[in-house]
């Protein structure tokens, strides 16, 4: 006999099916100090560069929405619930596991004849016989019996494309930001100061396919923000122009500024940043539900910039 069972609990999916289941910073300023320092050394004549990393890595925004036929890892299978306990979908003795009743249920390979008890009077065109197995919550399981059923009782779970979405992009390792100032060393108040992130190079996207339906993740920069603990806020929509010695004094083409005071009042006497790339995985589900939408990824660094301010001697 079976054990009394609540109704069934199902996981949302985190990740793509494995294949057995479905198919599935601080930009240190030298401790240069105007006029005899970087200021005088890097303009106007040219603006001296540099990078480096640092900061914190923004914890994850909200993962993937419920719903979906169960859960597991793109490292392991796809697991069902039934009484507040685990179990794998498929097994590939027992066959799949139906939540609704909490047993696996396999096709017989060689039904016996038309007319045998085990039909239940019911006729082959009518239903098919199934093995039925039950695991009990406490350990250990129901012997195999065989069953009537007029329609599959169990199968692969619905896969949620849109958590499926969610779980690709929250896979994908995006870069942190490296920032990229220009002047090294002492920006001049006024002065351009060239904004601009090394090593962004997306990782790859992903896909994953089942029949009659995809769901595939393009990771994309959307912008990149600046900001400083003075007030100012940069947003860029690339993710800059590094600096060459050939620019000279010109003003970034995408992405700069000009501080308006400079960092001498500060107690640490520098201007404390952080620089975010705005990453987003870009969704398309294509199917019977096609739909699009954006998974956001920032990732964020800290950086430091000296600014002086311009000493003129009459």
Known sequence: MLNT???ARRFAILAP???GLLLASAVSAAADEPPGGGAEQCYPDVICSGVNTGGTKPKPGPSQPGGGGGGG??????????HDQQWPCHDPERGWFNSGVGCYFRPLDNPPPE???????????????????CPQTGGGQDGAEIVFEATSPAGPPALNLVDVGFGLAHEMRFPKPTAGVAPKGTAVVKAPVWLWLDGVAAPAPKTLSVPGASVTVTPVLRSVTWVFDSGVSVTCDKAGTPYDAKYGAAKSPDCGYEFAVGSGTRKSGVFDGTVTANWVGEVVVTGPNAKTFDVKMPQSSNFTLKVAEVQVLN
């Open 115 to 133: 007319g045998a008890p085990e039909w239940q009077g019911h006729k082959p065109s009518e239903g098919a016989l199934y093995s039925k197995v």
């Open 17 to 19: 099916l494995s294949a």
């Open 73 to 82: 890892t793109s490292d392991g299978p796809l697991l069902c619930s039934y």
């Open 5 to 7: 069972r609540k109704p």
